[in-house]
């Protein structure tokens, strides 16, 4: 059974920081490996999607890297700013492209 | 198109009563998933339909949820006799599998249950 590991579970830093997010998974077999973004109380948003032929992914300062065999992937984000403050989530994509989501990260950056 | 709709954003009930919540897909998705959230968690998987055909269905999904794509198009998620428990975000998301953005999901704001 798939399971999905996000460490941190909260992190809290100060504005202008470059910050990583960790996320791990127990079964290599994955057709993608996906961050999404959320807000209190609001639904997902999409970040980057990384296919399982691809590295890593690229997005403004958001860079997202993938490591099949070992299971991990890494959301990087540089230069936070307060309106990074989020959950952000990890999900891996397996058949029917049904994801398996980790419990997410809370990022709060203050100024 | 505006995106995956959810209705009602919000539902408070009493324990016991039936509560359904529907789901409109981006019109050309093919594809579309319930996940359900509760505090601090990541969403999970409750099932997912390919046009109107419900092909998978997780061990969440009890024999008092029941979910509907008549048509191959907007869907609905029944809670009968709900239990306390029940309580949470319900996510609904779709996809398509034709390029471009094959395989991509996209998902609406919630639909948030609250059984008193």
């Known amino acids: 059974k798939q399971e999905v590991t996000q460490i941190p579970a909260a992190l809290s830093v100060p504005e202008g920081e470059n910050l990583v997010l960790n996320c791990s998974f127990t079964d290599s077999a994955i057709y993608n490996l996906q961050w999404f973004r959320q807000d209190p109380g609001k639904g997902l948003t999409s970040l980057l999607l990384i296919q399982s032929s691809q590295r890593e992914q690229t997005s403004g300062r958001l860079n997202a890297s993938l490591d099949k065999s070992s299971g991990r992937s890494t959301l990087y984000i540089a230069a936070s700013q307060p309106g990074d403050s989020a959950t952000y989530l990890c999900a891996v994509i397996g058949g029917y492209n049904k994801l398996i989501f980790g419990a997410g990260t809370r990022l709060a950056v203050h100024p | 198109d505006t995106g995956v709709s959810q209705d009602p954003r919000h539902k408070i009930t009493k324990r016991g009563q039936n509560v359904t919540f529907r789901c409109d897909p981006i019109s050309e998705h093919n594809r579309l998933y319930w996940y359900r959230q509760t505090l601090g968690q990541g969403p999970e998987f409750l099932t997912y339909f390919q046009n109107e055909a419900q092909l998978e269905k997780s061990r969440l999904l009890s024999d008092r949820f029941s979910a509907e794509r008549p048509k191959g198009s907007f869907s609905t998620l029944e809670i009968q006799r709900t239990e306390q428990g029940d309580s949470a975000m319900y996510l609904c998301?779709?996809?398509?599998?034709?390029?471009?953005?094959?395989?991509?999901?996209?998902f609406g704001a919630g639909s948030r249950l609250t059984v008193l």
């Open positions: 998301a779709s996809s398509t599998d034709r390029p471009p953005g094959a395989n991509v999901l996209t």
